[in-house]
């Protein structure tokens, strides 16, 4: 289905009329090194960035050691999860049961759940009934006792406890905070099983989970969905009893336990009331309390853009902890900080990451490219002037190194799961890249298409799948453009040379190498800003060929010329003022490609000439064994083809004579 973007076009009137009221500071930033005008929005901008990679790395990293890789158990389809633990927070330790509605997709007699070797299991039950069970290598395996039939609810609850295995930054972790005791998980991507039984894939979601948590007083447990209650119990403490009817990945189920200050708004959304609740460390609320204000616009721009909040009927809400970053934890992000950037990534998570979960981590770009990306948007449509400081540092950080693809082809390695420069930077630039190739009309409506897929919704999605909207939408073809920019490595460096000769013609060309041999070109619709008699002229140049060469008139005396000025591509640029250009071009005219030479060899010239041309193919001994003669026009940037497929391998010349002038080049045939 298509929609419209009138909400967009809202955005879109207010982000040029708040470009027109700070024109002059856009206008510098846009030709003037972006270093020396904006460099505390640069700052500003590198220290929030820093905070979520930092956190997203260093929270999972420790628990790498442990359980490097997902359950491969996706058998179970577990409809309903009841979770109910007790702990104090002055100690780690940690008891609770889990009891999981399932159904099986295939008959079965083997169950296997994922708990941590370090963490106990009490007892297994099986309808309210014991049975026996092995807990080895990390699972535990209730074996023997039963047969479970595909398609038929069954129940198991498994009694269990310890101290969860985890360092400082891992997905148990406690800090002292004012010395009163904070507890919080992070799960993502292997660690759930470190503090609950759970089956640790991206296969499968829980369609429901209650969570109850017992604490003693005063501290408040905080997690997913809505809290129904909190029961007083005999001993001092308290339950409090959290409900999420959606469903939930695994990694995303978390709860956090401190001596929290609590304080709510309500949020209007589509017509739709939802509260806004946050659990802040009671040092920091004043802070606090000012920078969340920002949750709202971000709730209300984020549901503009890409639909209704996922999680209407329950809540959003920001919980402190003791890390530097966030982490999206469903309805309930967890944040170290409160760095505009940080809410709007994390936030941005609830469509992107939870509502559409990646179907698997070697493909984390869909929720990591996408939160970062949609930062970029608050700031491009609601706070304009860090825009261009935002891209440029994204830009900055992955041309700082030649390789590596955004894909990840090592996907039980977490530093490179998480690599700040490939599975945030570069990803959140592939999506800039397809908006600059296919339009904002047809780029806005293929997301809304894509989050709003029933056979996505609410489960998993690969990178054909959001490919697929962008196609069906835009009518364009991106194969080439995902094997490139995806799979592939590296990224397109560029140098423009140009000279203006005296009746105005602008003459340039753009010669393209790439900083990794995976990637031989990368076409690019090129933008140029040129500037001169107090004015400027934007240009679009397709570049389709490692060395093109285009003319313009140009009715001023040029001063400068910029390459990209907007930052809307990944690529390192050069522009070189070249006064003898044409004669440069006039001593060596054409190209020829591919090298070597297979059936085909294609003499591609690099301006337009009149004259007759002959071309004759020649052996290394002079003889000629092939001859070609063009009479009409041959236009710039056109391709003559000569059939080399009777030649036989060797190396060959090509000769090219027009207007009394002759050149040779040397070529290999396959
Ligand atoms: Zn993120």
């Known amino acids: 289905m298509m ?8 955005y879109m009137g207010k982000a ?7 024109f002059f500071l856009t206008f510098f930033i846009s030709i ?10 640069l700052k500003e901008i590198e220290r929030g960035f820093d905070y979520i990679v930092k956190s997203e790395l260093k929270t999972t990293y420790q628990t790498q050691s442990f359980l490097r890789q997902a359950s491969s158990n996706t058998n179970l389809n577990i409809h309903f999860a009841r979770l109910e633990i007790a702990l104090d927070p002055n100690e780690t330790f940690l008891k609770g049961s889990v009891t999981k509605y399932f159904i099986p997709k295939e008959n079965t007699n083997t169950l296997s759940i994922d708990l941590h070797q370090e963490m106990q299991v009490d007892s297994v039950k099986i309808n309210n009934q014991p049975v026996g069970y092995q807990h080895l290598a990390h699972k535990i395996e209730i074996t023997g006792s039963a047969t479970f039939p595909a398609g038929i609810t069954d129940s198991v609850t498994i009694w269990y406890s310890g101290e969860p295995p985890s360092g400082g930054f891992g997905s148990y972790s406690r800090e002292f905070v004012d010395n009163s005791p904070v507890i919080w998980t992070l799960s993502q991507p292997f660690g759930a099983s470190n503090w609950w039984p759970s089956v640790n894939n991206l296969a499968n979601k829980i369609d429901s989970l209650d969570f109850y948590i017992s604490v003693p007083e005063p501290f408040k447990a905080v997690s997913n969905g809505l809290l129904k209650e909190v029961k007083p119990e005999t001993n001092g403490y308290q339950t409090w009893k959290w409900s999420h ?7 995303l189920v978390a709860f956090a336990v401190g001596d929290y200050v609590f304080f709510e708004d309500t949020v209007m959304l589509d017509g739709k009331e939802m509260p806004l609740v946050h659990y802040v460390y009671p040092s920091s609320e004043a802070g606090f309390r000012t920078q969340v204000d920002e949750t709202i616009a971000l709730l209300e721009f984020f549901s503009d853009l890409f639909g209704e909040y996922p999680f209407i009927d329950e809540k959003y809400g920001h919980v402190q902890c003791g890390f530097s970053g966030g982490m999206e934890h469903q309805t309930i992000s967890f944040m170290g900080s409160y760095d505009y950037q940080l809410i709007a990534h994390e936030l941005a998570h609830q469509w992107f990451g939870n509502k559409i979960t990646c179907a698997s981590w070697s493909e984390i770009w869909l929720n990591e490219g996408f939160a970062t990306y949609l930062a970029g948007l608050a700031y491009e449509f609601l706070k304009p002037i860090y825009r261009l400081p935002y891209q440029n540092f994204h830009l900055q950080r992955i041309l700082s190194e030649p390789d590596g693809s955004v894909y990840v082809y090592e996907a039980d390695n977490v530093q490179r799961i998480f690599n700040g420069r490939l599975s ?11 908006r600059w190739k296919i339009g904002d009309e047809d780029f806005f409506d293929a997301i809304r298409n894509y989050i709003s897929d029933p056979q996505l919704a609410y489960g998993f999605a690969t990178t054909d799948d959001l490919k697929y909207h962008f196609e069906n939408t835009s009518g364009k073809s991106l194969s080439l453009f995902f094997e490139n920019w995806l799979y592939s490595e590296g990224h397109p460096q560029v140098t423009l040379n140009w000279h203006q000769n005296e009746s105005g013609e602008l003459t340039m060309r753009f010669v393209q190498k790439t900083s990794h041999s995976s990637v031989d070109f990368f076409p690019l619709k090129i933008p140029v800003r040129v500037f001169g008699a107090g004015d400027s002229i934007d240009y679009v140049f397709d570049t389709n060929f490692p060395e093109q060469v285009f003319a313009e008139n140009i009715n001023f005396s040029i001063d400068s010329i910029q390459l990209d000025p907007d930052i809307w591509l990944v690529m390192e640029k050069e522009v070189v003022p070249d006064p003898d250009i044409k004669n440069n071009l006039r001593a060596n005219p054409f190209r020829i490609y591919p090298v070597p030479a297979n059936d085909e060899l294609n003499v591609r010239f690099l301006f337009s000439i009149s004259e ?7 052996d290394v001994s002079g003889r000629k064994v092939l001859a070609h003669e063009e009479q009409s026009l041959i236009l710039k940037n056109t391709d003559i083809t000569l059939n080399t497929d ?20 040397k070529f290999v045939k396959q």
């Open 612 to 618: 007759p041309v002959v071309m004759n193919i020649l």
């Open 424 to 434: 945030y930077s570069k990803a959140s630039f592939l999506l800039h890249m397809i």
């Open 3 to 10: 929609m419209q973007n009138q909400h967009l076009k809202k």
């Open 646 to 665: 009777n030649l036989s391998a060797g190396v060959y010349f090509l000769e090219v004579i027009s207007g009394g002038e002759s050149f040779q080049k």
């Open 245 to 251: 009817r959606y469903p939930i990945a695994v990694y």
């Open 32 to 41: 003037f090194p972006l270093s020396l005008i904006a460099d505390d929005k």
């Open 16 to 22: 040029k009329r708040q470009f027109c009221d700070l």
